[in-house]
């Protein structure tokens, strides 16, 4: 069988299987090994105006059902950063790069979505998710005003595609129909969930931050719902994200709507070729269900009645 591919925004992605943004993205280096996996895009890692430390250890603590990070989106600063996209987009021309952004307003976005364009980002996508940073992240995106007002200031500054990366909202469809007014081409979710663990011996929180976000396995229903929601209410095509460790959770969320996706904690799960094991399996799965196509199933669950 062909390797299955999807068009979102105009981007081109075969296999339909994206690098998750804060995974692997920090420098040229890491990308490029990254691709060795089988990814058919890229995102990098978030990146704001200013040099970040982000927050202080532990960061990371690995869960029976995933992972808790509260990374705190350390990064450069778009100003250093800048090398790091252009070394990489020199060394790869067939795969979508996609510039992850973060910012508290939408001068600072729009300042940060034009640096991406300028060193050659094929699309920007808007972290407006990120439950564990103060000011920025899923205090924009919760909010349906402060999410459009971001997206339009973006879409008002650049020409390439713009993407916008949603928390798992109760209201998520709203939020999309939000962000799809102001001009957005396409929607991820899902981003982390908000949570935390607690160190009994210690009694203390575990991570450094207190509180994290939660990926892996625990969250693919949520994630599912909400690309379920977003497919009932928005035209825009949807990409995927949380909890995708197999070929069959690929499917899923296709049938729930999606046209491509992002993953992050199957990494850590299923090592480095984590992208090759799974469309490996999604085109076993596609070839024994006589599936040819993503676009032929795509929100196919919203059929049964
Ligand atoms: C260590 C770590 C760092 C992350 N950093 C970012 C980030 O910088 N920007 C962002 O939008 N999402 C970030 N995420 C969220 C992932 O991109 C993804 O949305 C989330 O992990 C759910 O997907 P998964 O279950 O496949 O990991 C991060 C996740 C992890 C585990």
Known sequence: MLTPYSKVAGLHFEPPIILASGILGQTSSSMLNSLKGGFGGIVTKSIGLEPREGHPNPTMLELNTGLLNAMGLPNPGIGSYRNELQELILHVDDIPVIGSIFASDEEHFAEIAM????????????????PHAKGFGAALGNDQVMAGNMVLAVRNSV???VLV???????I???GLAVQ???ADAIVAINTLKAMAIDVETKKPFLGNRVGG????GIKPVGLRCVYELFSTIDIPIIGCGGINTGRDVLEYILAGASALQIGSALYYRGKDAPHLISKEMCEIMESEGIGTIEEITGAAHDYI
């Not at 640096?115 to 990120?130: F, I, K, P, R, T």
């Open 115 to 130: 640096n991406m364009e300028g060193c050659g980002a094929d699309a920007v996508e808007l972290n407006l998710s990120c």
């Open 159 to 161: 020409d390439i595609p």
């Open 165 to 171: 990366k949603l928390p798992p909202a109760d209201n």
């Open 173 to 175: 469809a709203q939020i």
């Open 181 to 183: 007014g102001a001009g």
């Open 214 to 217: 939660y990926s892996g396995p």
